[in-house]
């Protein structure tokens, strides 16, 4: 491998050419076309910096923007009565030139001390309440002072776009694309909405959806200028995240913790939940931050009531506890405040304040891990059947008229009110086979196995079932899973013991159950030790019931029989055990056990991948909470030609990290060895496929932006080089690396059936696609509620040279190799599986849950555990 080409510089590659396969179908898509009409001027880009009047930098989102408010207000004729727009930080972009290239401002923002500076907290010591009453009735308003540079740094042409409609691409089209990005975003501030990217939700009521613990679903509208080989045009879309509950902080925590009244609230709990979060606090109408709880309750929450200004021998003032204060002082009545914690907004002295007065601002987004209740009911509040889209994004056009904004305006921005239309082709489902070589050919991108064997079943002979179930006979899951599994050909001998839970355990942890749980499974075989597989200790499958979807009891349950014993083992914690159910589970069974359920007919003959040795990479990287750290995954292909096994490698990373660390990995102090993940799975490919090395190597890879494309192909795929090149130095294996992108907003709809999501094999490579590079959208699943999200694929990197419509043909094939249902699914099946693989690693990760929730400490990267020798080749993440 020549030095030089591993480190040079790369760059995505540029559309080679369009497919030509499938059925042609008319559609239209979310996508508005615009026209940039005064395209011979340009955009100035000025930095700004805002300081206090003592200079010191200006914290806090958010008052920046009325700074710039302020100074459009206040400087107008210094402006030439400019509008500008300001992303919120320290950019500024105007329609041609300010009269300077430098100029200072200085801003005074009044404030009403009662809704922002009031100060009728209880603050410990620092001075006397009355003294903070008698300064607001001297000076109704507070004012504060701001010095503000503006800097002149560059300037954008706008005719990048009618360069760009020319062939003529650069990265100036991304430049004027951001600068009209932002004046939607300045515009939804105005209109005071929560900003997620470009995303914009409003506090409408009609928009949220209680999906329970205190979380709301919230419908919002996303907004984005998108260069297309068609030019450029708007894309708009329903959008949505998750907010806290707003109202009543008591109420809240009450809904959070799903407890039927306020007595039964964790305390501990609510103050790391409680952290950070925005309230308003009444009567005094002052919004703050949430820095924490007091110590004792408010009837008991003591604080020294000083003399004028607060001086004096501390020890000499009278101690007040803080629900006497508002009670007596400020002639506040308190209903259930005295028996509760106060809240503290005190940045380094306690302010405290009964926690009745206080209540959640609206808007604030709830950024953990939503539980499977919640997100079953978060995702059944956004579905939208394509029709009801369409309906929607054409009222939203005419309600937000952003052609109206007066930025867009001067520089010649319209906006079209129709799709756009485009033509899609539609592929062919690939012919699949399973047992006994009969073939089948999916419908609607679906297929049924019912009565049919296996492609390659297994068979279970040594196998046990515990329960954390109570009251339920587990004797019944045994029965159906051998009758439905011999109809698939899966022979499963009795379960060499079923045990359930001895009750006395049950309120204990979940970890401490399931240590009990081994020790009655231990026990119970002790006699029955020569039924077990030679030299096995414990059975070679286990069934765990489990008593709900979100049992405690799975993290700790997966680490000890995967980790600890090297157990494959299925939970099972549906209470609906029908035939369907059953069907589904004995394929996850069958595939953790080695087996498929079906193959390609083409995996033995497609000429991209039979003529010569190929392997496929999926990779994904999982982020949890805050300070959790991430999890990457990795999955390689084994048994080439095969395209439907995979191994998994998995590492923890710093938390929120994207670009994968440990492709390659020397060890500290071990230069020439290697303990990444490519390593792994390579070698797991040449020991599985007859020692032959891959001389081609596909790479899927899930979760990056389009900003990150250049560390793909720089820094991740630098690794993998590096990695191919210390296992064999001689070995030269070609590379083709695909980014699959979920997060977009594009959306297709049938021309002359908008009722309908589009067919199954559905692809687009022209007119929405990117003007310059490689990239295609599939939607080869069938959708059956709400509208069908195709994903986008982009090829950075093609050396092995696959044509266009093989590489689509591919893509959609490896849709079908999904082995835990039998319908294609959304995405290629490698990323799938390296999803799945990091987000059940994820269960493995030990650290400190206080340190996580206190919303500033992080949990140390620890390395995961390895998986036990006798699972770590299996599909366990099925």
Not at 95 to 113: E, N, Q, R, Y
Not at 217 to 227: I, N, T, V, W
Not at 434 to 456: D, S, T
Not at 801 to 820: A, F, M, N, R, T
Request: hydrophobic share 35%; net charge positive.
């Amino acid at each position: 491998m020549d030095k030089d080409d591993n480190n040079r510089v790369r760059s995505p590659m540029s559309r080679p050419g369009f497919g030509m396969k499938g059925r042609k179908i008319s559609l239209c898509t979310n996508h508005f076309r615009v026209e940039l009409t005064n395209s011979s001027g340009y955009f100035f880009h000025y930095s700004v910096s805002i300081c206090n009047k003592d200079g010191h930098p200006v914290e806090g989102k958010g008052i920046g923007r009325r700074i710039m408010d302020k100074i459009h207000e206040t400087y107008k004729l210094e402006l030439a009565e400019k509008d500008f727009s300001y992303d919120g930080e320290s950019s500024l972009f105007t329609w041609g030139a300010l009269p300077s290239k430098a100029m200072d401002f200085t801003v005074v923002l009044d404030k009403i001390s009662s809704k922002r500076n009031g100060d009728n907290s209880i603050s410990n010591g620092s001075r006397s309440p009355t003294q903070g009453d008698k300064k607001r009735q001297k000076c109704l308003f507070q004012t504060r002072t701001f010095r503000v540079a503006i800097k002149c740094v560059g300037k954008i042409p706008a005719g990048a776009i009618s360069d760009m409609l020319r062939g003529k691409y650069s990265e100036e089209v991304h430049e004027v694309i951001k600068v009209l990005d932002i004046v939607l975003r300045q515009r939804a501030a105005k209109q005071d909405c929560l900003i997620v990217r470009q995303s914009f939700f409003h506090d409408d009521q009609r928009n949220f959806t209680d999906i329970g613990g205190g979380v709301f679903a919230c419908k919002g509208l996303h907004s984005s200028f998108c260069p297309t080989q068609n030019g450029l045009t708007l894309n708009m879309d329903s959008s949505r995240t998750t907010i806290l509950k707003p109202g009543p902080v008591l109420d809240f925590l009450v809904s959070n913790q799903n407890v039927k009244n306020p007595s039964c609230i964790d305390w501990s709990k609510a103050r790391r939940m409680l952290k950070n979060l925005r309230i308003k606090i009444f009567p005094y109408d002052r919004e703050s931050r949430i820095t924490g709880l007091s110590e004792y309750v408010c009837k008991q929450q003591r604080f020294p009531l000083g003399d004028e200004g607060g001086r004096g021998d501390e020890s000499q003032k009278e101690r007040v506890t803080v629900y006497d204060y508002f009670v007596k002082h400020k002639k506040i009545h308190l209903r259930y405040s005295g028996d509760f914690p106060c809240i503290n907004i005190g940045k380094t002295k306690s302010k405290l304040y009964p926690i009745e007065l206080c209540s959640l601002l609206p808007l604030q987004r709830y950024t953990k891990e939503l539980s499977i209740p919640q997100r079953l009911k978060f995702i059944e509040s956004i579905r939208q059947k394509p029709l009801d889209k369409m309906t929607m994004l054409t009222e939203a056009w005419k309600t937000n008229n952003y052609a109206a904004e007066p930025m867009l305006q001067f520089c010649g921005v319209s906006i079209s009110s129709s799709f756009t239309q485009v033509e899609g082709r539609v592929l062919p489902a690939p012919k699949l086979i399973v047992g006994r070589g009969e073939e089948i050919f999916p419908r609607a991108g679906c297929w049924n196995l019912n009565r049919k064997m296996l492609a390659e079943p297994m068979s279970l002979h040594s196998w046990a079932v515990v329960s954390f179930r109570s009251r339920f006979d587990a004797s019944i899951v045994c029965k159906d899973l051998a009758k439905f599994g011999e109809m698939n050909g899966i022979f499963m001998e009795p379960p060499i013991c079923i045990i359930e839970e001895n009750g006395r355990f049950r309120q204990a942890p979940p970890a401490i159950r399931v240590e009990r749980m081994f020790e009655q499974l231990d026990m119970q075989l002790k006699p029955l030790r020569a039924r077990l597989s030679k030299n096995k200790t414990w059975p070679d499958f286990i069934i765990c019931l489990l008593p709900n979807k979100d049992s405690e009891i799975y993290g700790p349950w997966k680490r000890k029989t995967l980790i600890e014993f090297g157990i494959s083992n299925q939970c099972i914690s549906s209470s609906k055990l029908d035939m369907q159910y059953f069907n589904s589970l004995l394929l996850k069974i069958n595939a953790k056990l080695g087996g498929l359920h079906s193959r390609l007919a083409v995996e033995w003959n497609c000429r991209v991948l039979s003529k010569k040795p190929t392997m496929i990479f999926g990779m994904d990287v999982w982020h949890g909470y805050h300070g959790v750290p991430s999890i990457a995954a990795v999955v390689g292909s084994r048994c080439w030609p095969s395209l439907a096994r995979y191994r998994a490698s998995v590492r923890s990373q710093s938390p929120k990290t994207e670009m994968i660390d440990s492709l390659f990995k020397p060890p500290p102090g071990n230069a020439e060895k290697d303990e990444g993940m490519i390593r792994e799975l390579l070698v797991d490919f040449y020991s599985s496929s007859g020692k032959v090395k891959p001389s081609q190597i596909i790479i899927f890879r899930d979760g990056v932006s389009e900003s990150e494309f250049k560390q793909v192909l720089n820094v991740e795929f630098h690794q993998i080089l590096e990695a191919c090149k210390r296992l064999d130095s001689d070995w030269n294996p070609k590379f083709t690396i695909i980014i699959a992108q979920k997060r977009h907003h594009t959306k297709f709809f049938q021309s002359g059936q908008p009722h309908q999501n589009v067919p199954p094999g559905t692809v687009v490579d022209s007119k929405v696609c990117h003007p310059h590079y490689y990239d295609f959208y599939m939607c080869p699943h069938a959708a059956f509620s709400g509208t069908a999200r195709p994903i986008h694929y982009h090829i950075l990197l093609d050396e092995i040279g696959i044509p266009s419509d093989e590489l689509q043909e591919l893509v959609h094939s490896l849709s079908y190799v999904y082995q835990k249902c039998t319908k294609a699914i959304s995405i290629v099946t490698p990323i799938r599986y390296a999803h799945l693989a990091a987000s059940k690693t994820s269960h493995f990760l030990q650290y400190a849950t206080s340190e996580i929730f206190s919303g500033h400490t992080e949990a140390q990267v620890s390395d995961l555990p390895k998986l036990h020798k006798d699972v770590c080749k299996s599909m366990f993440f099925c």
